[in-house]
């Protein structure tokens, strides 16, 4: 999604179409993850745990976080579609990371503003070095 937030910032798109948008998730920082599967490699024994933020948002809180971020109010921009509504959805999904905080002392770090901060910024600025590359050969 953050994708298309900045496709459309950058006024490369001009809608997204999206389903449920009152699906609840579980999102949370791939680097904060991956500190948590470092520290289950150092343990002397293997065990499975849930590694999660604990905390939901939906995804029009995505919507409205990332929208936001880049100066647009996201109602202006996505188009509920209902194609795209998932006939078995799952409307909430939060992971419990209690192993993990007692056992290896991990918590995740990244909010969940700043990650959609993050992933818009990182979009804009891909897509803003390729647009400018198409651009300089003259291709529209």
Same mark, same amino acid.
């Given at each position: 999604?953050?994708? #298309? *937030? ?13 389903? #449920?948008?009152?699906? /609840?998730?579980?999102?949370? $920082? ?13 343990? &002397?024994? %293997?065990? =499975? ?6 905390? !939901?948002? !939906?995804?029009? =809180?995505?919507? /409205?976080? %990332? $929208? ?7 109602? #202006?921009?996505? &188009?509920? =579609? ?5 006939? %078995? ?17 991990? /918590?995740?770090?990244?909010? $969940?503003?700043?990650?959609? /901060? ?6 804009? &600025?891909?897509?803003?070095? =390729? !647009?400018?590359? *198409?651009?300089? $050969?003259? *291709?529209?």
């Amino acid at each position: 999604m953050s994708y #298309n *937030v900045a496709r459309i910032k950058l006024g490369l798109q001009h809608k997204l179409k999206i389903g #449920n948008i009152q699906a /609840e998730r579980d999102w949370g $920082f791939a680097g904060d993850y991956v500190q948590a599967m470092w520290m289950m490699l150092q343990q &002397e024994r %293997a065990e =499975d745990y849930v590694i999660a933020t604990g905390r !939901t948002h !939906t995804v029009k =809180d995505l919507l /409205e976080a %990332a $929208f936001a971020h880049v100066g647009l109010d996201y109602r #202006n921009h996505v &188009e509920i =579609d209902p194609e795209l509504l998932r006939p %078995a959805e799952v409307l909430h999904l939060r992971g419990d990371y209690a192993k993990a905080r007692q056992r290896l002392g991990w /918590e995740p770090r990244v909010s $969940f503003e700043k990650l959609i /901060e993050m992933m818009v910024d990182s979009d804009i &600025e891909l897509l803003s070095r =390729d !647009t400018s590359k *198409v651009l300089s $050969f003259g *291709v529209r």
